[in-house]
């Protein structure tokens, strides 16, 4: 169940239009004339990333109960008792009435939380009703223009504590014991001769693919569902997709080459994790490198494999070099887990398959807004934003509004003038600290839109 938040207040302050304005579609009726909203209307909202069920309610009137009005007024009280939050408006250009006055006595003697809005606050025209409405005893009123979304950072700050809840997930996305028994997409890709359908034939215990030493023989993107059972005895399904050998694109000529490595691209979006095989004994180059920047521009998570590792002198050498190699020449693919296999004799593929397992689970994690913003405000203490010809970066919140990959959507102002140093001090903050490791993270700006800046 989503948190719920019932908007109330007397007649034509604006309660529809916020309604509207939160779910993200017209679907309350709204005009100038009071009274247009009779019966209780529920929608679907979310504000910067946090979803709950939004309530809109008829104006409350004191009347009595056997009218109509009395009637609506008593569905707007049960609205309220039955909501997490209840969104007191009232209307900041009118000032305070005497029915916002009852209102607000009758608020604060039921059980649910308030937070106050002064609607209609745009422009210097709401600042002394802004001012009054402190007098209701309800807290810090936030200004706020329902008609223009102006205050929405404000809002989301004062509804924060009652809409966010570590245990809810957001739609469409598998929860731990989906994630647990659903398999895992995990793609096999790298330069021709890696030994990719090798790997996935010793993993399958079976000739299933065709192998040999030629470079190039498989064309087609290949799936086989298989059952890895752990070292521990736990069985879990795996969906493994071999893919075509990826050449320079300069040495492609081939039609058909052309079209596996198109093939192999595109099973690298129906991925989950990706293995970029690597073939040992040729070192690191420069295609690898494209290879592994490619998989993290589509967002899947990585893992590195060495391959033909039991033929390797010098491992421990070997492997700092490329692990450092990797390090330079792509900077977001520091701390990806690499691997060392062998596809001829298996060694270290059961250690592959969890590791990939352990990847997806922090690539498909989400973080409660609450932690997020905890995390955040740490961050900003240690390290506070630049100030850019003397003006402060102000940033306010932080939420992440997907998983799959991770992103997450960073609100302030003058956020057109932050350091990409610093966007990089955050996403590595996010990896480190909030348990997403090397899987990729987006993050996203957003800025308060001022609609009367050019007026």
């Known amino acids: 169940m989503l948190p719920t938040i019932a908007i109330v207040g007397r007649p034509n302050v604006g309660k529809s239009t916020l309604f ?22 529920e929608g679907q909202a979310s504000l910067l990333g946090v979803d709950f069920t939004i309530i809109d309610t008829a104006g409350y009137e004191d009347e009595d109960p056997q009218t109509l009005p009395g009637r609506m007024r008593m569905q707007t009280q049960a609205a309220v008792e039955n909501a997490d939050v209840a969104l007191f408006v009232v209307d900041a250009r009118a000032g305070i009435t005497p029915l916002d006055e009852e209102i607000a006595r009758w608020l604060r003697e ?49 509804l924060l504590p009652y809409i966010d809840r570590e245990e809810e997930e957001e739609e469409g ?35 299933r693919l065709l192998t040999g030493p030629e470079a190039g023989i498989t064309r087609d993107s290949i799936a086989v569902d298989w059952t890895w059972t752990s070292p521990d005895g736990d069985e879990r399904p795996v969906r493994l997709i071999d893919t ?59 893992v590195i494999a060495l391959n033909k590792w039991d033929t390797v002198d010098n491992g421990s050498a070997l492997y700092q070099g ?21 596809a001829a004799t298996g060694k270290g593929l059961d250690d592959l398959i969890r590791v990939a397992f ?17 995390w955040f405000e740490r961050a900003l203490e240690a390290n506070p934003p630049p100030a850019p010809g003397g003006k402060r ?51 996203t700006l957003r800025s308060a839109k001022n609609p009367y800046a050019n007026k």
């Open 244 to 302: 075509a050998g990826m050449r320079k694109r300069a040495k492609v000529q081939d039609k058909l080459e052309k079209l596996a490595v198109s093939d192999g691209l595109n099973a690298v979006n129906f991925a989950e994790v990706v293995v970029l095989l690597l073939d040992s004994t040729r070192g690191l180059e420069a295609q690898d490198l494209r290879i592994a920047d490619k998989v993290l521009e589509e967002g899947r998570a990585l």
């Open 110 to 158: 039921g059980d649910a939380p308030v937070v106050l809005m002064a609607n209609k606050a745009e422009g210097k025209a709401g600042d002394d009703g802004v001012m009054e409405a402190f007098s209701l005893g309800l807290g810090d009123p936030i200004p706020f223009s329902a008609e223009h979304g102006q205050g929405l950072a404000d809002l989301f700050q004062a």
């Open 20 to 41: 509207n304005r939160l779910v993200g579609k017209k679907l309350a009726l709204v005009d100038d004339q009071p009274g247009v909203t009779r019966d209780r209307r």
């Open 322 to 342: 490329i692990k450092q190699a990797l390090s330079d020449g792509l900077a977001q693919i520091r701390g990806v887990p690499i691997m060392t296999v062998s």
């Open 173 to 207: 996305e598998p929860d731990e014991a989906d994630l647990e028994s659903a398999p895992l997409k995990l793609a096999i890709v790298g330069r021709p001769n890696a030994g990719k359908s090798t790997l996935i034939n010793r993993l399958l215990g079976e000739n």
């Open 393 to 443: 970066i102000k940033l306010r919140y932080i939420t992440q509004n997907k998983t799959r990959p991770p992103t997450f959507v960073l609100f302030g102002t003058r956020l057109d003038e932050l350091p990409e140093s610093y966007r990089r001090y955050l996403v590595n903050g996010i990896r480190k600290e909030l348990g997403f490791g090397a899987v990729p993270v987006r993050l």
């Open 358 to 374: 352990d990847t997806r689970t922090a690539w498909s994690q989400r973080v409660s807004t609450g932690i997020l913003n905890r």
